[in-house]
């Protein structure tokens, strides 16, 4: 038998998928396919009964009731997969993921074992704890129907993860709201003592933060007091935050070189033409703008956000005695793809 007739159309459609990878030019169109592709293997691999978990309307309400605590959640969890499943849930996870974002996104679901050691140390504890530190308890939603024709969505979800993608006719639109977090913010205990998911969201605002002038920093510094949570939280639409903080003209060439590493640390956890595309926008958005709150050392309660016309990055890190990071990437009029929706409706009509 020829080997392709040997071969299952899932496998074949895996191979296609990710093809276009051995090409030098990859776009929105080549995610998309990448992404639908999956999809429809990971659906096909599911019982009817988990398809009814997994699958929801375009339309539905449920795609934009997004959130980043452990809380119950609709969708289909990992815990609830058989190993090939899960493999296939992790392979659309990665279609949308860069090598550094899908790295962050499972280092972030392993830390819900750290959370329940620490918090299930006493056995009369340890039942409560593992209901609510599983890392398996992160949920895959599809909306809609992966295809080449139409809008669909996809969404994993879990504590402080939340990663949502919409596609229309067979080209990626968004990936906002992207949200990482973690607790701890630094490992203090155990063998993975030290490690920081998201040590360098804070490290490269520390850097620009103390980089300014004096002069600079006064028109940066927000408050005197970081807020306990981003000043967005997990809203389902966002808008400009005020004061903005200090404009990138008024920073130096070094400067704005520090500023340009935050961003990129932000959009290069999605795969490569997907921030391409990001950055792009940023750059024909007009100016942006850096603000502070809190503290400048390692361990005091500190925030920061960047923003410019189309987007917003926060970050925040003041619970648990500034050892718990919240972080996002938002787009005004972006998230879950709502303006480019939008053109289409418009010129549908």
Known sequence: MHLAQRLSLPFLGICLAFSSFTSSKVGAHDAGTQMSAIAKVFLAALTPEQKAKACFEFAAEERENWHFIPRERKGLPLKEMTPQQRLLAHALLNTGLSFRGSAKAVTIMSLEEVLYQMEGADESKRAAAREKRDPEKYFVSIFGEPADKGAWGWRVEGHHLSLNFTLKDGQMLRATPAFMGTNPGEIRQGPLTGLRV???????????????TPEQFKTAFVATEAPKEMITAAEHKVSPLAPAGLADSELNENQKGMLTRIIAEYIDRMRPEIAEAARAEFKASGPIYFAWAGGKERGEPHYYRVQGKTFLLE???????ANHVHSVWRSFDGDFGRDLLGEHVKQAH
């Open 198 to 212: 998201l040590g360098v969201e804070e490290e490269l605002g520390r850097e620009l933060v103390k980089s300014l």
């Open 315 to 321: 970050y925040d890190n003041t619970q648990n005695d």
